[in-house]
């Protein structure tokens, strides 16, 4: 099952985000305030980001963190999938299939474009994407943190 997180999921919540910056499938970790801050904002309003819970029989198994932007090149919305997270013990079950399936029926029509990245190393994740019908961008991401 898919649902939204809500108030009552913020420690389970911050524990996933916890486990997933801890894993492989991420190269570098993040200070717990950062996932406070993303926590606070998911509960403020669904401007910029929305969280979902991934449950399998009633337990939390997973979540996925969504980020929102407008994009000329995509002609609309986009939304990032900015993190997939399913605790090891629950993979292989189809609950990221589940997810993009419930995400496809529940996206807006603005929505025009469904962006996500995942580590070069993570070659289990990247197989699902492509999978899924996911395509690699010939583009060099950049950032600069302030």
């Known amino acids: ?13 911050l524990q996933m985000t916890r486990e997933f910056y801890a894993s492989d ?47 000329q090149e995509a002609g609309g919305m986009v939304v990032w999938a900015e993190e997939l997270y399913v605790r090891p013990e629950y993979r292989g079950r189809g609950l990221c299939h589940e997810f993009y399936s419930f995400l496809r029926e529940h996206l807006p029509e603005s929505v025009k474009r469904l962006r ?23 583009y060099c991401q950049m950032i600069q943190d302030f």
Do not use: C, Q, W
Not at 5 to 12: A, G, K, P, Y
């Open 25 to 71: 499938a991420v190269d570098h970790n993040l200070p717990h305030s950062y996932f406070e801050k993303t926590f606070r904002e998911l509960m403020r309003s669904e401007e910029y980001a929305e969280a979902f819970l991934l449950e399998d029989g009633g337990v939390a198994a997973g979540y996925a963190l969504l980020a929102k932007t407008f994009s």
């Open 1 to 13: 099952m898919v649902r939204k997180i809500t108030e009552e999921d913020r420690e389970v919540y």
């Open 116 to 138: 996500l990245e995942a580590e070069n190393t993570n070659r289990r994740a990247i197989s699902l994407y492509r999978r899924l019908g996911f395509r690699d961008l010939p």
